[in-house]
């Protein structure tokens, strides 16, 4: 086996024993920060970085477009969610935008936000448009059918159960709280949910730095 192959598998299970949430309360991944002694990271390195995936989507304006093509800066967040979620995905989206603002200039146009539903039956691009709007203009959605969005977060070890299209009214969509990002489409960085505006913020530029 790889060295890749050996870790990889490592990352899934500590990533998937935790990982995990419906957006309503649920279990999250834990506050323990990556190895910020050694390594000088808030969130935790990815060693040996998977690539964006070439899967089509639908952006906000309607047009067709890949997770791969997105990566058009360096520096490239990736957060599953849905426009539905009662809590952690307006928090998360609520700390980058924040952290994005604090960020210098310079950095902030390294970087690029890419907002991946999970729940397509809701999330028209319209209502995403409408929804990414209120936390920073400039952060892009993306729609597809679930079974591109399950393959998708599956090349991104991103937990996921995919809504069957059959429900009716406020339900919630179970998927992985974490955000990864990518450095010249590679992936680099994970946080977890709970990361710090300040501890985004910090890893956001140092990122920016290395391009």
Known sequence: MTRRGRWLPALVLT?????????SGGTTMSSTPGPQGSTGWHGTPVPHGYRLPAD??????????????????PV????????????????????????????TPAV??????????????RDTPAVMRDYLDRFDPSFQGLVAPVDTVAKAAKSLYISYEKPDGTQGGDYT???????????????????SDVTTVADLRADISRLAGLT
């Open 173 to 191: 969509v179970e998927h992985g709280t974490y955000t990864t990002a990518f450095l010249r489409g590679r992936a680099a960085v994970v946080w």
């Open 15 to 23: 990533l998937a024993a935790a990982l995990l949430a419906g957006c």
């Open 56 to 73: 089509g989507f639908t952006d906000t304006s309607g047009a067709q477009v890949t997770l791969a093509a997105e990566a058009s800066r």
């Open 76 to 103: 490239t967040l990736v957060f599953f969610g849905y426009t539905h979620c009662p809590d952690i995905c307006n928090v998360v989206l609520a700390n980058i935008a924040a952290a994005l603002r604090g960020a």
């Open 108 to 121: 902030r146009a390294k970087v690029r936000m890419v907002f991946v539903s999970t729940d397509p039956q």
